[in-house]
C-alpha cells in the first residue's frame, strides 16, 4: 500500500514538473511571438527611415544652393556654366537632355518590350517561353558602363555612318542603347499582365469567331493596359535615372538645344561630373549638385506615382 502511494507521489511530481516545463517553453514562445511583429516592423522602416534621410539631406543642401541662386533663374536659365568668371546655373539644358535620351529609350523600347512580351504570351509554346524569357532578361544583368561603352565605341560609328553630321559624342546613341537596357523590363512586366488575364476570356472571343491576332488587339491587350502602361512609366522612370551610358556616350556639353545629333548633358551625367570634379565643398556649384539631384528625384518620383495611378486607375479584376 505504501509502495503504490509513494508510486503516485513520484507520478505526480513528473507531471507537475512536466506541467511547469510546458509552461516555461509556452511562455518564451510568447514572448518570442510578441518580439517578432516588433522586430519585422523596424525592418520595415529602414527602407521608410531611408527614404526621409534622403529628401532630408537634399532638402538642406537644396536650401542652401537657393540661398545663393534665384530659383526661377535655376529652372527658366538656359545656360549651365558652373565654373565660368561669371557662373550661370539654368538646369534647363540638363532637363532637355535627360528628356530627349528618355524619348528616345521609350520609343525604341515600347515597341520592341510589347511585341517581345505578345509573343511570348500568346504565341510562343512553354517550350519556346521558358528558352526565350531567361534569354531576354539577361539583358537586365548586364552592367551599365558596358552598355555605355558598347553605345560610344559600336553603335555612335554606326549611326555616324548613315547620319553624317552626328557629333562622336551625342544623346541619340545612349538613348537607343539605354531603349535596349530596358526591354527586359518593359517585355517582362508586360508579358505577366497578359498572362494575368484569364484564358476563358480568350476561349469566349474564339468561340465567337476571333482570330488569334483579333484575340490578342481585342480582348488581351486592353485586359492588360494598366499592367503594360505601368511597364512603360517604370521604363521612362528607369530611364531617367541611368547614369553610366549617358556619362560615357553623350559628352558633357551642355548645350541647350533640340538636335539630337548633338552632345548633351543629363541630369545624373553632371552629378557625376561635379562629384568626380574639383568642386570644393561648400561651394556654389557643391550645392548645385544636390538641387539637380533633387530635381531628378521628383522627376522620378513623379513618374513612380503615375504608375501606381494607372496601375489602380486601369486594373481589371477577374
Not at 510568447?30 to 516588433?38: D, G, H, M, T, Y
Not at 512603360?232 to 553610366?244: D, K
Not at 556649384?285 to 533633387?294: E, G, P, Q
Request: glycine content about 6%.
Amino acid at each position: 500500500m505504501a509502495a503504490n502511494t509513494k508510486m503516485k507521489d513520484d507520478n505526480t511530481v513528473q507531471v507537475r514538473e512536466l506541467i511547469d516545463q510546458k509552461k516555461q517553453k509556452k511562455s518564451f514562445a510568447n514572448l518570442v511571438e510578441k518580439a517578432i511583429p516588433f522586430f519585422l516592423f523596424i525592418i520595415t522602416s529602414i527602407s521608410i527611415f531611408t527614404t526621409i534621410g534622403i529628401i532630408f539631406t537634399l532638402l538642406t543642401e537644396t536650401i542652401e544652393f537657393f540661398k545663393r541662386v534665384p530659383i526661377l533663374d535655376f529652372f527658366t536659365g538656359n545656360t549651365l556654366e558652373p565654373l565660368s568668371q561669371d557662373p550661370s546655373f539654368g538646369v534647363l539644358p540638363l532637363i532637355t537632355g535627360t528628356f530627349f535620351s528618355s524619348v528616345i529609350a521609350i520609343i525604341v523600347a515600347a515597341p520592341i518590350g510589347l511585341m517581345s512580351a505578345i509573343y511570348l504570351s500568346e504565341y510562343a509554346s512553354d517550350r519556346v517561353k521558358k528558352t526565350i524569357k531567361p534569354l531576354l532578361e539577361v539583358l537586365a544583368g548586364i552592367p551599365t558602363i558596358v552598355y555605355g561603352f558598347f553605345a560610344f565605341t559600336f553603335v555612335t560609328p554606326i549611326l555616324r555612318e548613315i547620319i553624317p553630321g552626328l557629333e562622336p559624342t551625342n544623346i541619340l546613341s545612349p538613348g537607343i542603347v539605354m531603349g535596349i537596357m530596358i526591354i527586359p523590363m518593359i517585355a517582362s512586366m508586360s508579358e505577366d499582365a497578359m498572362s494575368s488575364v484569364p484564358n476563358s476570356m480568350r476561349e469566349g472571343a474564339l468561340g465567337l469567331g476571333a482570330t488569334k491576332l483579333e484575340v490578342t488587339t481585342r480582348v488581351v491587350i486592353p485586359a492588360a493596359l494598366s499592367g503594360i502602361i505601368a511597364s512603360f512609366v517604370l521604363g521612362i522612370s528607369r530611364a531617367i535615372g541611368e547614369t553610366m551610358i549617358v556619362t560615357i556616350a553623350s559628352g558633357s556639353s551642355k548645350n541647350f538645344t533640340f538636335d539630337i545629333t548633338q552632345s548633351m548633358q543629363t541630369m545624373t551625367a553632371y552629378i557625376v561630373e561635379v562629384t568626380g570634379g574639383d568642386a570644393p565643398a561648400g561651394s556654389t556649384i557643391y550645392y548645385s549638385l544636390y538641387a539637380v539631384a533633387m530635381t531628378l528625384f521628383v522627376f522620378t518620383l513623379i513618374m513612380n506615382l503615375a504608375a501606381r495611378y494607372i496601375s489602380r486607375r486601369f486594373r481589371e479584376e477577374y
